[in-house]
């Protein structure tokens, strides 16, 4: 690691984390190996990521594992689109943290 490195601000803070990925893979994920997946902008770094979700969560980081998804080719009819690329980022929380995004419904 480099010593200058820049810490990033608050305001890119709460900007970095787009949407926790709630799926079925993700939830076996979440259980198995005490991971969270979250959407993220594509040029976030794993710095940024992990001082967001400590910020955001009040949580400890152990890690945090980057991927870059490729969006797929589809056909409309007689055209082709394309769905946009999507960087997730595999957060390792510490033994003992845990992350809940249900919400209390009363």
Do not use: C, W
Not at 98 to 104: G, L, S, T, V, W
């Amino acid at each position: 690691m480099s010593s200058n490195l820049k810490k990033p601000s608050p305001e890119r803070l709460y900007q970095v984390l787009l949407a926790p990925v709630v799926s079925e893979k993700a939830t076996f994920i979440a259980d198995k190996h005490e991971q969270v997946i979250f959407r993220v902008v594509p040029d976030a770094t794993k710095t940024e990521v992990k001082a967001a979700v400590e910020l955001l969560f009040k949580v400890e980081v152990d890690s945090i594992q980057m991927l870059n998804a490729k969006g797929k080719t589809k056909r409309f009819g007689r055209s082709m689109g394309r769905r946009n690329h999507v960087k997730k980022a595999f957060v390792n929380l510490k033994p003992g943290q845990e992350i809940n995004f249900q919400a209390e419904v009363k």
